[in-house]
Structures are given as structure tokens and as C-alpha cells.
């Protein structure tokens, strides 16, 4: 079904700024999977009708940072309560090399199945379980599974040179890779996947783990080059607590989106993952270089890392898009809980920030700058803006049909909203999905996917958990 009419919603947010933000009108045509009209519109004869009274359309989710791979290592104890760098150790670190082929591939899938509930339809993927040697091709099953569902999908290639625990100490899935072995790795599933078409469904980008440990210096400058000339974007985590600031400073003399600058690693093609930890100048120079954002705020509160300043990269002219990061540091790694947070921390970081008049601040009054339209936006526009996917991201005629109708006349927790527009994400909790469309075609409904049989996924990820501690 990529021809259809959705009549009678009780609002359609767009992903656009301003009065933009809000559509007028209740009803929204697709043709050929993409936007043809959105307002008041009569059904033309034989035209399929989607009713969606009781029902808000909003443009589907765009989520910029992910490791799908951690879908199995929710609520690990060892890592529980740490901050980033003990967790890394006690869980990711600790239990990746111990997962199969066949728990990478159940661990997309239930990451992807999360995803697609909460109305994801594009979803980047920061994969870096790699290793020299391995025995099969995560990228080719990322993909596969993306395609299973009739997702969107970036892999964001990840991995590095270097590793952070000691070479005697490291299994074999856990040693680092070749500058030429990962340069070659691109190279490959680039010519195998990526589509550099505004709205296309699959895509690669370059995406060392992180600059300042995955790779020496002159390494990540050659990965931006080669990325450039291949056509690919860059990601990367960045500057999500203070110890980035620390080791940066100490090896280099500078601080971490400096030194980014330093190996190429700024620019409109570029976006980083949190930049939690960043001082005025460095908000700065992210602005003036239209660099981006993966907010990613329910991994930053779990780790204990803060609040990422997104409304002042906003207003320096950085690109700001919302990310979930992986289940083992989030448990609920879907993007309506993550909206939902974003707008709520954002709200927390204001207040957090104000100044009191009598002290030469301006009160309170910038707690209440971000709006539900604004977290709309960054989740949906935003991320399309970051990735390249110019065709995707907003509901508007032209744009590719990617679209979200969430019910709200089944669940209490939305009763007596005197605006229903804002209820998925300002009421959070799983909301009631009724349908999801990706380039026009059905890809959920009434809150299933077709075909998936949702029990006999989580009787395997109990078995493939159990199996995973068995190694241990």
C-alpha cells in the first residue's frame, strides 16, 4: 500500500519550525510512497482510506546513534550503576566478544522491532563489533535485518586501530583492526550498500569509535579524507563526560573539538554522538562549522554524564538530531522515551542554568524554551538533516510518505489533553502505534509487525542471554 488518503486525525505535526509546525487541516495523501497533500482533502473514487480519528500524525522518527548490538546486554549489574568508562569495561568490553553470529543477528532484530514500535523508521547504527579475522559479516546482517522490517538504515561503520585494555588481556574479538583492514572494510560495504539518493534506504558512513582513543592522530585524518572522497559521512562519539576533556588535554594540549578540528573532523558532513562536556568556545566552533548532534539524553542520565547544551549548539548553528545509543546504557532504547526525555532534560538544563535576577541573571524564563515542537523537530528533521537524507524527515508534500499515527483515544494517560498534538511525547510511556509507514508501505500496525511473532523473539533472547553468561 504506498497509495492512500489518512483522514480525520486530531492533529499532524510536521518536523517543521514555527507555525509550520502544526499542519492545518486532518487529512494527508500518499502516492507512490511519497506526500502529495496534506489539509482538508476529499477521497477521490476507489482511494484507500486510512482512518485516523482519535489519532496524531507525526513524521516518523529519525534516530542518529544506535548500537544495536547491545540489545542483549540490558540491565548488566556489573554495569549498572557506573559511570561511562567503568561501564565500558564491566559491560560492553566484557561481554561483546562473547556473543555469537547468531546473538548479533537476534540483538539487531530486537533493536530494530524496538525501534519500529515507537515509530522509527530510520535508524543509523554505530556498529564497531569488529575484529581481524571475523567469521561473519555484521554489516551484511545489519542491513539484512534493517530490510526484513522495510526500515531505513545507516551503518556507521565503527572499530578502530587501537584498543583500550591491554594487548596481553585481549581475545581475539576483541583485538583491534588495521588502519588498511578498516579502510578496506568501508570501502567494501560502501560499494555493496550505500545509496547516496536523498531518500534512500540504505547508507554507510565512516565512523571510528571515538577520536581520541580509537585511532592515532594521522589514522583519523586519513579516515575523514578517504570518507570525503568516497562520498560518505563521518560519526563518531565525543566529549561525553569530562574524561574526553582530561585525555585530550593530557596527549594533546587542547580540548577534544579542537582537536577534531586539527584531524578534519568538523564540518556539515561530520556529526558527533553526545558532546555533553563542551565550554563556550567549543559550542562555537561546532556552530560555525555546522557540525552536528546525536543527542542521546537517557544514556547520558544512566551513565551519570549530564545534560548536552542542544539548545545553544542550536542557536550557534550546529544540527541537532536525537539518538537513542545502546539498550545496555539506556534498558528502553526506543525514540519515544527518548523524545520524551529530551524534552524534559532540556526543560531540567534551563532551570538548572538560571540565574537569579538579583544576581545579574534573567530568572527563569529560559527553563521554558523548549517545546514539544522543537523535540519533534530534532528527532525527525533533525536527523535527516544530519544524515543527507534530504527527501525524509518531515511531513510535507514531495517528502518520502514516512509516517507515525499514534492513538490517542485508548489509553488514559492521554485523557483530558487539552492538545493532543504534543501526547506521544509529552505524556511518554509506550505509546499506542497504530500505524507506521516507510516510503508508503505498512510496516506496523496496530502496534505489531506483520508476520513477527513478538513471544517466540523474547523466549530466544532470554535462551541467547543465559548462553552468553555461560562463557563467561
Known amino acids: 500500500m504506498s497509495d492512500f488518503l489518512i483522514r480525520n486525525a486530531t492533529a499532524i505535526l510536521t518536523g517543521l519550525k514555527g507555525d509550520a509546525a502544526r499542519a492545518r487541516g486532518s487529512d494527508l495523501r500518499v502516492r507512490a510512497g511519497k506526500i502529495t497533500g496534506i489539509g482538508t482533502l476529499a477521497p477521490l473514487p ?15 522518527w ?59 523508521a530510520t535508524v543509523a547504527d554505530h556498529n564497531y563489533h569488529y575484529f581481524p579475522g571475523m567469521p561473519y559479516d555484521g554489516s551484511a546482517i545489519l542491513f539484512e ?40 572494510d568501508v570501502q567494501r560495504v560502501a560499494r555493496e550498500f550505500h545509496d547516496p539518493a536523498p531518500d534512500a534506504m540504505q547508507r554507510v558512513v565512516m565512523a571510528p569509535t571515538t577520536p581520541p582513543h580509537s585511532m592515532l592522530p594521522e589514522e583519523m585524518r586519513e579516515t575523514a579524507r578517504e570518507a570525503r572522497r568516497l562520498g560518505l559521512r563521518l560519526h563518531s562519539h565525543l566529549s561525553e563526560t569530562v574524561q574526553y576533556h582530561d585525555a585530550v588535554h593530557g596527549k594533546h594540549g587542547m580540548k577534544p573539538v579542537q582537536f577534531c578540528e586539527s584531524i578534519e573532523w568538523l564540518g556539515p558532513d561530520v556529526w558527533f554522538a553526545h558532546l555533553v562536556k563542551l565550554d563556550e568556545d567549543e559550542i562555537a566552533l ?44 539506556n534498558e528502553a532504547a526506543d525514540m519515544l522515551s527518548e523524545t520524551h526525555a529530551a524534552w524534559l532534560m532540556q526543560r531540567a538544563r534551563g532551570g538548572q542554568d538560571a540565574v537569579a535576577l538579583y544576581r545579574g541573571g534573567q530568572g527563569e524564563g529560559d527553563a521554558a524554551a523548549t517545546t514539544v515542537e522543537d523535540v519533534v523537530r530534532w528527532g525527525s528533521a533533525g536527523g535527516a538533516a ?40 509529552a505524556s511518554g510511556g509506550n505509546a499506542d502505534l497504530r500505524w507506521m ?26 535462551a541467547a542471554v543465559k548462553g552468553i553468561l555461560s562463557r563467561l
Open 46 to 60: 476507489g482511494e484507500r482510506q486510512v482512518d485516523a480519528s482519535g489519532c496524531v500524525v507525526y513524521p516518523s
Open 62 to 120: 529519525v534516530n542518529t546513534h544506535h548500537h544495536l548490538f547491545q540489545s542483549l546486554l540490558k540491565g548488566d549489574p556489573e554495569g549498572l550503576n557506573a559511570t561511562l568508562s567503568p561501564w565500558l569495561l564491566a559491560t560492553p568490553m566484557r561481554l561483546r566478544p562473547l556473543m555469537t553470529e547468531e546473538d548479533f543477528r537476534l540483538s539487531a532484530r530486537v533493536g530494530l522491532l524496538e525501534l519500529a514500535l515507537s515509530g522509527c
Open 145 to 184: 535485518e534493517a530490510a526484513k522490517l522495510g526500515l531505513r538504515f545507516v551503518l556507521c561503520r565503527g572499530g578502530g586501530t587501537l584498543s583500550r585494555l591491554p594487548s596481553s588481556d585481549l581475545r581475539p574479538e576483541s583485538r583491534p583492526e588495521t588502519l588498511d583492514g578498516f579502510l578496506r
Open 286 to 329: 561546532l556552530g560555525k562549522t555546522q557540525s552536528g548532534i546525536a543527542h542521546c539524553p537517557q544514556s547520558n542520565g544512566r551513565l551519570g554524564s549530564g545534560i548536552a547544551p542542544v539548545r545553544q549548539l542550536e542557536a550557534a548553528g550546529a544540527k541537532v538530531s536525537i539518538g537513542v545509543d545502546g539498550a545496555a546504557s
Open 386 to 425: 544530519v544524515l543527507g537524507l534530504d527527501a525524509v524527515g518531515t511531513l510535507e508534500p514531495g517528502k518520502a510518505a514516512d509516517i507515525s499515527i499514534y492513538g490517542l483515544d485508548r489509553d488514559p494517560r492521554y485523557f483530558g489533553l487539552h492538545d493532543p498534538a504534543i501526547g506521544p511525547v
Open 437 to 462: 509507514f516507510v516510503a508508503g508501505k505498512e510496516v506496523v500496525r496496530d502496534g505489531k509487525v506483520p508476520g513477527l511473532d513478538v513471544i517466540e523473539l523474547g523466549r530466544k533472547s532470554a
